[in-house]
């Protein structure tokens, strides 16, 4: 039985909702379907003062925001694009300019235990703080928001068109939702409002202020722990491993619904050593009950070279993970493995069954398993 039904927003109607001249071009028809080539604007539609940033001398900025601190000088911008000094003040080019919305499975993100088989209108704007080789969306991440093609959608906008569409989630994802933290912070605070649920998938790059005030609005989040050592981290996303830990450690405290990400790259992050580190890792600071979702590869951007992950490297790494003591372990962008699906970590019988993004089945009662009533960790439909 398919439970997933994906609603699909027409382009007439979407158009009418956003006040927007039209969507379009290769850069969303890869995360919508609301057609393409059709007119848009290109650019910005209008810069907001930033938040988190220190004045210094000569006109000079120091952002707060992110963990690379960028000094920034007068006319500049941060390594993130999206941030720029104008005569010593900081303002954002991000917000209420996304480069793309879509309508997805909560599965996409993913999140597999956060109300399954539900939808969240996800969007994303132009640029990101790392500079992944391996990025699979690196034609708006590593752009910046002048030159994508974009929309102009408020965060009131944002919020009724989640409501219209009967969506119970905001997810800011596909780049990385800490470059437009503000317009971010502002949708999620008028969707906690309203009572719409908010999610973010992340690298995790985030000083602990922003992520605090961010916290008391977020409802789930996947972050992407790309490895575990700072050698990779420094030669892969040009960032560093030890932030990207602080964020999992306090989403986890704060009561955020946590899952984790790991995308194993042949050569790269894929020795057992390094698997295990990570699962030990994930076990003594996040729990046994966080889920980890090992991702397939596929060549991308500057990885070009290596091959597509082999099965039995994930196997293995979901092996370890288990051997680890961790109860949810899935393999990700292979549809059809058993692990995608969610067993129950007392019985081991099926609580919820996936093929790709649709669910297959759901074998529990107010989240317990309907076999041996152990609880699965999660947030679900009542």
């Known amino acids: 039985m398919n439970l997933f039904f994906e609603r699909i927003i027409s ?17 969303l028809s890869k995360v919508t379907k609301f ?6 604007h290109v650019g910005l539609v209008r810069p907001q003062r930033a938040l988190y940033y220190e004045r210094l001398q000569n006109k000079k900025i120091k952002c707060l925001l992110c963990p690379r601190g960028c000094i920034v000088p007068d006319g500049g911008r941060g390594l993130c694009r999206v941030r720029e000094n104008r005569s010593g003040d900081y303002y954002t080019l991000a917000h209420s300019n996304p480069c793309a919305v879509h309508i997805d499975p909560i599965e996409k993100k993913p999140l597999f235990h956060f109300l399954p088989s539900t939808t ?66 502002e949708t999620a605070r008028i969707a906690k409002k309203k009572g719409v649920l908010n999610i973010y998938h992340s690298n995790g790059y985030i ?29 892969i996303t040009g960032g560093t491993l030890s932030p990207v830990l602080e964020t999992l450690k306090t989403l986890k405290k704060q009561g955020v619904w946590l899952e984790v990400t790991n995308l194993v790259i042949p050569t790269k992050n894929d020795t057992e ?14 729990g046994s009950d966080t889920p980890i979702h090992f991702s397939r590869f596929y060549p991308q951007y500057k990885l070009q070279n290596l091959p597509p992950t082999p099965i039995q490297t994930l196997k293995k790494a979901a092996e370890i993970a288990r ?30 069954g996936r093929k790709g993004y649709s669910i297959t089945a759901i074998n529990m009662n107010g989240g317990k398993c309907k076999t041996c009533k152990t609880e699965i960790a999660g947030r679900w439909i009542q």
């Open 323 to 352: 051997d680890r003591g961790l109860y949810y372990v899935y393999i990700g962008n292979v549809p059809g493995v058993p692990e995608e699906n969610t067993y129950c970590p007392n019985c081991r019988n099926l609580v919820i």
């Open 120 to 185: 969240a209108l996800s969007l994303a704007t132009a640029g990101c703080n790392f500079t992944c080789k391996n990025c699979q969306n690196w034609d708006i991440s590593q752009a910046k928001p002048d030159d994508t093609i974009n929309f102009e959608m408020s965060p009131e906008q944002v919020v009724d068109l989640a409501s219209e569409y009967n969506t119970p989630t905001i997810a800011y994802t596909y780049t990385e939702p800490t470059i437009f933290f503000e317009y971010m912070l």
């Open 35 to 40: 057609g393409h080539a059709q007119q848009s």
């Open 11 to 27: 382009r007439r109607d979407f158009l009418k909702k956003c006040s927007v001249l039209a969507l379009g071009g290769t850069i």
């Open 273 to 286: 050593g390094m698997i295990e580190d990570l699962c030990q890792w994930i076990k003594d600071s996040l």
């Open 207 to 235: 000083n602990q202020q922003p992520l605090h005030e961010l916290t008391a609005y977020l409802d789930g989040a996947n972050i992407d722990l790309k490895g575990f050592s700072n050698k990779f981290y420094q030669d």
